[in-house]
């Protein structure tokens, strides 16, 4: 899994745009796909809003 680090401290204001959704290893089954450890992974949208800038959206653009 790509993990890419992200200075938050720059960033202004975080919001979750939707609720997180568990990201599916096969969509068939509806197994849940699961990190390293095995945990379960999930995806969300976020806003971003740096000073009077317009809002941004990150997501995990392989979901889309």
């Given amino acids: 899994m790509q993990s890419i680090p ?3 401290t ?3 204001v975080l919001r979750c745009a939707i ?3 568990a990201k599916l290893s096969n969509p068939e089954t509806q197994e849940v796909k699961k990190d ?3 945990n ?3 995806t969300v949208a976020v806003t ?3 000073d009077r800038r317009r809002i941004s959206v ?3 653009r392989r979901d889309w």
Avoid: H, K, N, S
Wanted: glycine share 10%; no cysteine.
């Fill in 58 to 60: 990150i997501r995990d």
């Fill in 36 to 38: 390293r450890d095995g």
């Fill in 10 to 12: 720059r960033l202004g």
């Fill in 40 to 42: 379960p992974v999930y």
């Fill in 6 to 8: 992200v200075d938050t």
């Fill in 19 to 21: 609720a997180p959704e």
């Fill in 48 to 50: 971003v809003r740096q």
